[in-house]
């Protein structure tokens, strides 16, 4: 589902890669933390991911989409792919629940009919039915990040990538977003974590990849979070 | 692009003017501003132009002809001059008419004295208007070729100072939309600045949905188009009633410049502002909002 093979990423000519040499597969229906301090290249290969970034060497491969062959206007089908959430939810703050989670539905183009159904349905998953009329500001850090949820699972997307999703909630609204990615991977999504929170990554016991100034240092099943010294 | 697409599209396109209440403003601020300046200087040069032009109707070259010229020939020579491209009419003025004319000119009551007489018998001639004053001379030239022309009546210096005024207005004209262009730029440029701001977030956040360029993009030019249209009607009111009260006050007032200062009718100024402000105010409306968001599209 996801490969990345020999990747690295400069960002100038003669600095130190912010990836370098990296290599990994994630199957489909995978649930994978990627952790790492800051400054690691955790939220590069993300951004690589995304193909807002082409890598500098390397193939990447995801959902049978060769990225560095991926001509510019086919990106917004290859992004229809992928689900993303965000540490600051990135939520349009002058809508309110229901239209920043149809929003992701209008701009794919999903006739009004649909809209109305799906929207609800994915209202109710992330735990916020009767939430929807409310605007994003209204609402609690957490309840922002299963707004942000719904948003990247309504269009129904082979892959989630979620970016820190709890670096702004406190430990009890963390668990239920876990909760939720969780659940979300039961049904067949597969998930990729982006964290740094030491205590959830070792109490879940999923696959964990650590990277560390741009290499993989390690990738585990049930593993667990590698302290950096 | 769907029915429900397109709906959605010109939906939020005029829904982002009332969300983004300062910058849709500061857009129809800066484009009322440049076509308020446009308006009042289109007026301003049509109706300079247009006095020129009635000032040049009234400039005529007269030909008298030679005194044993037939009926016939005269005729024949008042079709060739008609014939001419630069020519706008020929007026036939007879010995009489002409007698009469100058009597009641110059003459008036002392006229009487020349009771039965024509003083001015073998004056006839043809008064020929143009419809390019700057096409005097070529008139003239030819006109001393034509068999049976005695004389040719004409004022170098009015064609020329009407011919150079015309000229002037033009690079004047040229010059100030020049700078009202230029004006007109950094005004946008700096009110796009600020859109890039207000925008950037959201158009990262739709990129990353996966929303097509042109999804992104139109309902940015949809609020353009409606700001510009806005941003043109305002202006255009505006100079309407300043445009109207000036001209009856001027002709009120002024009535010794009716003469030499002719005023179209604010009608005829619209009919042509109207098009021109609406068209002009689109144009900078979605323009502004296509470098917006053109900046943005490469995520």
Redesign the interface.
């Known amino acids: 589902m996801i490969t990345l093979e020999n990747v690295s990423k400069s960002y100038t000519n003669d600095g130190m890669p912010a990836l370098n040499n990296v290599s990994l597969h994630i199957d489909k229906g995978e649930f994978v933390f990627i952790v790492g301090d800051s400054g690691s290249g955790k939220s590069t290969m993300i951004k690589l991911l995304?193909r807002?970034l082409t890598p500098t060497s390397g193939r990447i491969i995801v959902n049978n989409f060769d990225l560095a062959k991926l001509r510019r206007?086919k990106i917004?089908?290859?992004?229809?792919n992928i689900g993303?959430v965000f540490q600051d939810f990135?939520l349009?703050k002058?809508r309110n629940v229901y239209e920043n989670v149809a929003?992701?539905q209008?701009?794919?183009?999903v006739?009004?009919r649909q809209i109305k159904k799906n929207v609800p349905a994915m209202l109710s998953l992330v735990g916020l039915p009767e939430k929807y009329r409310s605007k994003t500001k209204e609402l609690s850090g957490g309840e922002q990040q299963r707004v942000a949820l719904a948003?990247a699972l309504v269009?129904n997307p082979p892959i989630l990538l979620a970016d820190e999703p709890t670096g702004n909630l406190d430990p009890r609204n963390s668990w239920e977003i876990m909760k939720l990615l969780e659940e979300i991977n039961r049904r067949g999504t597969t998930v990729v974590v982006v964290t740094h929170n030491r205590e959830i990554v070792n109490a879940m016991r999923k696959r964990v990849i650590t990277v560390k100034k741009g290499i993989i240092v390690s990738d585990e099943e049930k593993g667990e979070y590698i302290d950096e010294d | 692009m769907k029915i429900s697409t397109f709906v959605f599209t010109f939906k939020q396109g005029f829904k982002n003017i009332f969300r983004n209440k300062i910058f849709s403003l500061a857009t129809i601020a800066t484009i009322a501003a440049c076509i308020f300046l446009f308006g009042v200087f289109y007026s301003v040069v049509e109706n300079v132009r247009y006095s020129i032009e009635k000032a040049e109707t009234n400039v005529a070259v007269t030909v008298f002809f030679d005194e044993d010229i037939t009926e016939a020939r005269i005729q024949e020579i008042g079709d060739m001059i008609r014939s001419r491209p630069e020519v706008a009419s020929v007026e036939f003025v007879s010995a009489a008419e002409a007698w009469e004319t100058f009597k009641l000119d110059y003459l008036g009551e002392y006229a009487d004295g020349y009771e039965g007489d024509n003083p001015l018998e073998g004056s006839e001639n043809f008064e020929i208007y143009l419809r390019d004053v700057s096409k005097q001379t070529e008139l003239v030239n030819y006109l001393g070729t034509v068999q049976g022309i005695r004389e040719i009546n004409h004022s170098d210096v009015t064609a020329n100072i009407l011919t150079q005024f015309n000229r002037l207005l033009s690079y004047v004209s040229l010059g100030i939309i020049g700078i009202l262009l230029a004006v007109s730029l950094f005004l946008i440029s700096n009110t796009v600045a600020m859109g890039i701001a207000v925008r950037r977030e959201e158009i990262g956040i739709m990129k990353l949905i996966g929303a097509t360029d042109f999804v992104v993009r139109s309902p940015f030019l949809i609020e353009g188009i409606l700001l510009g249209i806005i941003g043109a009607a305002i202006p255009l009111v505006a100079v309407y009633f300043i445009y109207n009260n000036i001209i009856i006050y001027a002709s009120q007032q002024f009535a010794i410049l009716n003469d030499l200062m002719q005023f179209k009718t604010a009608r005829e100024i619209f009919s042509v502002l109207i098009p021109v402000a609406i068209f002009l105010g689109i144009g900078l409306g979605f323009l502004g909002s296509l470098i917006t968001v053109r900046k943005h599209l490469r995520v």
């Open positions: 995304l807002e206007r917004p089908k290859y992004r229809r993303v990135r349009l002058d929003f992701a209008r701009v794919i183009e006739p009004t948003r269009n």
